[in-house]
């Protein structure tokens, strides 16, 4: 196995071995890949670790980068009116990256903030695109990518138009309530759209 490069600090827990099964398990959430196509694309990651508060991706700049969580969260948003506005959170075995300048080579205006001590395996873009033309079944993930990352957006679009606060406060629950301890309330309740005074009496009442 090729031993894979890791930037600031140590090793997280697991190992080299579990941490690159976790990227390996990952992409085969979406296609199988064999071991010729994974011995291919290996190299091709870089593990890094962030310090909590750290600024993953700042407004402006433009991401090249797409990573898969190790451990840890990262927070997704956008400051609007001297205003931040939580887009999302990235943790254990999910995509993290500022995805819209990722593609697009723009400047980003989404940032990219470290809530908690984290790491995370990231590729540049220029070795993912060679993935893609190297191996069949990375061009496949990639537009299973895509649209995840469009449907994902259409629902979360249809539910913060349609549903009630107790309701978008129920799915949250349903789907990520590990991260209440990991994730400022205000963060949450700014990603379901209500203030954080909101939140506070949904999470007494609500059960």
Known sequence: MVRPKVF?????RGG???LMHRVRATIERYVPLDDEA??????????KQHERGELVTAAGSVETRFGIMEEGVHRIFFEHDGQDHS?????????TGV????????PARIQLLSLTPSAAWWIDRADLLRAYEEVPAMERFGRL?????LVGRAQREVEMLSLSAK??????MDRSAHLLQLVPQKDIASYLGM?????????????
């Open 195 to 207: 203030t954080p005074e909101t939140f506070s009496r949904l999470r007494a009442r609500v059960r």
């Open 145 to 149: 990518i895509l649209e995840e990352v």
């Open 99 to 106: 995805y819209d300048s990722f593609v697009t080579g723009r």
């Open 8 to 12: 600031g600090g140590g090793t997280p």
């Open 38 to 47: 994974w011995a291919r694309i290996e190299p091709m990651w870089t593990l």
């Open 167 to 172: 309701e978008r406060y129920r799915r949250f």
């Open 87 to 95: 887009l999302g959170f990235s943790y254990d075995g999910s995509w």
């Open 16 to 18: 080299y071995l579990g």
